[in-house]
């Protein structure tokens, strides 16, 4: 079964910049489309990257995604980091079956 | 403004059935580009995909949970539904309804969630 991997958390100080990254298991991460989900907590997800690399109306341009067919992954990368974008992100994609599939989720802590 | 909205029991007893409804305002159910899904999160714990399903009733479910689960739609109420059998603790969870877009495989909209939690 395709799986997508994440690590647990990551922290970093307000203004610098973070990468999440997102590894899938088997096939080629870069077939279908990754999106990203910024969750906090008591919230339903909410959608800062789709498409790879696209952002929704109203998420701002600190927010990046990309693909790295080498590595097999997916990041997302936030830059000028704000207190407000500590939350749990989760990558998702899915598979030639169309089976849907979340990564485990990584806290993002802004300290 | 797309707005879902899940609804049923908070609480179910350990090998009965749980019954969700997920009714859709705002927009068709029956539009062309969108599939509609449920995911769940345990406690503490990460979203899981448990099953998609098209206007016309084609389904695609968690290879995990087919055995149990069962989504159906409702056209005439906008509205969409999941059935999860011989449930235990460890379906206590959040369940979310999502508006799927079917090209992307984005899910673009979401419920608020409701806590479902399996105990006698």
């Known amino acids: 079964n395709f799986m997508l991997t994440q690590p647990h958390s990551v922290s970093e100080s307000p203004g610098k910049t973070v990468t999440i990254s997102c590894t899938g298991s088997?096939?080629?991460?870069?077939?279908?489309?990754v999106q990203w989900y910024q969750q906090r907590p008591g919230s339903a997800p909410t959608t800062v990257i789709y498409e790879d690399n696209q952002r929704p109306s109203g998420v701002p341009d600190r927010f990046s995604g990309s693909i790295d067919s080498s590595s097999n992954s997916a990041s997302l990368t936030i830059s000028g980091l704000k207190t407000e974008d500590e939350a749990d992100y989760y990558c998702q994609s899915y598979d030639s079956s169309n089976h849907w599939v979340f990564g485990g989720g990584t806290q993002l802590t802004v300290l | 403004q797309l707005q879902l909205q899940e609804s049923g029991p908070g609480l179910v007893k350990p090998s009965e059935t749980l019954s969700l409804t997920c009714t859709v305002s705002g927009g068709s159910i029956s539009s062309s580009s969108y599939y509609w899904g449920w995911i769940r999160q345990p406690p503490g714990k990460g979203l899981e995909w448990i099953g998609s399903i098209y206007y016309s009733g084609s389904t695609y479910y968690n290879p995990s949970l087919k055995s149990r689960v069962t989504i159906s739609v409702d056209t005439s109420k906008n509205q969409f539904s999941l059935k999860l059998s011989s449930v235990t603790a460890a379906d206590t969870a959040v369940y979310y309804c999502?508006?799927?877009?079917?090209?992307?495989?984005?899910?673009?909209?979401w419920g608020q969630g409701t806590l479902v939690t399996v105990s006698s």
């Open positions: 088997s096939g080629s991460i870069a077939s279908n489309y």
């Open positions: 999502a508006r799927l877009e079917w090209l992307r495989g984005h899910f673009e909209n």
